[in-house]
């Protein structure tokens, strides 16, 4: 299907983390009409092969370019490192295909020259590596340190955040030797927001905190505006497909998305 400035913005995540991407996009861009994507059937993708994040990423670009979406936001750390390249490859000219790592490793690169900077994401995303790849080739000197946080998604996901058990968890991570004299704090999982005071109250408000959503919105707003592909009245009401549904998950999009929205069951496999 052919694409126009008033075709829709695809985004997915494996779940409802990827929301607080959507509504940042959502924030700075309202005329954009978005199609989400959450893989809840198979999350999470933080402990899952290389290979099966790559699958699931194609199926789901299948039905996001079915539906006429003009771009592709990763809105997943686990699943833009593992099938970014992957993804562009495949979809080719039919979508531009956006991940929440490069926005990142450009913004340190603009503001953090010459400092030690800490990441913590799923075991996916810091194993593969990518934002030490990625920096390292901007040769501007920044010393990444990453550091696995494998509890936080599920804790988050449990609505165990802003309580006694939740700081108690962040800080067992934080103490880490390895994040010693960091300047900044990468929140590499889209997922980590909904913790990033706890996080900065564990730094005395001393570390800089960063994380993607943001950053991410400003990136596809410049691509748009580049491609001139920016909408300029909304034209299709937003709609918010899971490939398993459950009313928790729909009661969860309030925590991410800042308001209840609609969850549709879109099944990745007949
Ligand atoms: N939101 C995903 C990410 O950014 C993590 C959740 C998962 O492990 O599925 O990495």
């Not at 929301?19 to 893989?39: C, K, M, W």
């Not at 402990?47 to 789901?60: G, L, M």
């Not at 003009?70 to 997943?76: D, L, N, R």
């Not at 913790?195 to 748009?224: G, P, R, W």
């Amino acid at each position: 299907m052919r694409h126009n400035a008033s075709s829709p913005i695809g985004i997915f995540d494996s779940g409802i983390g990827g929301l607080t991407v959507a509504h940042a996009i959502r924030q700075l861009l309202p005329n954009e009409s978005i199609i989400y994507f959450g893989d809840t059937a198979h999350l999470p993708y933080g402990d899952k092969s290389e290979a099966a994040v790559q699958a699931y990423s194609i199926k789901i670009a299948d039905v996001l370019l079915n539906k006429g979406c003009k771009v592709i936001v990763i809105a997943c750390n686990s699943a833009s490192s593992a099938a970014y390249e992957l993804l562009k490859e495949y979809t080719g000219k039919r979508a531009k295909v956006i991940n929440v790592i490069d926005p990142m490793v450009k913004f340190l690169s603009d503001n953090y020259p010459n400092r030690k900077i800490g990441l913590i994401g799923t075991k996916r995303t810091v194993t593969s590596n990518v934002y030490l790849k990625k920096i390292k080739q901007l040769k501007k000197d920044i010393e990444l340190v990453s550091l696995a946080t494998p509890l936080l998604v599920p804790m988050i996901e449990e609505g165990f955040f802003n309580n006694a058990i939740s700081s108690e968890i962040i800080e067992k991570y934080l103490e880490n030797k390895l994040l010693d004299e960091i300047s900044a704090l990468v929140l590499g999982c889209t997922h980590y927001p909904l913790v990033k005071e706890q996080i900065s109250i564990f730094y005395n408000h001393k570390v800089d905190i960063l994380d993607s959503s943001q950053i991410t919105a400003a990136y596809l707003k410049l691509f748009l505006e580049e491609e001139g592909l920016l909408n300029d009245a909304k034209n299709e009401e937003d709609h918010f497909l899971v490939s398993d549904y459950t009313d928790s998950f729909e009661a969860s999009t309030k925590i991410f998305f800042k308001e209840k929205v609609h969850l549709e069951k879109h099944l990745l496999w007949d």
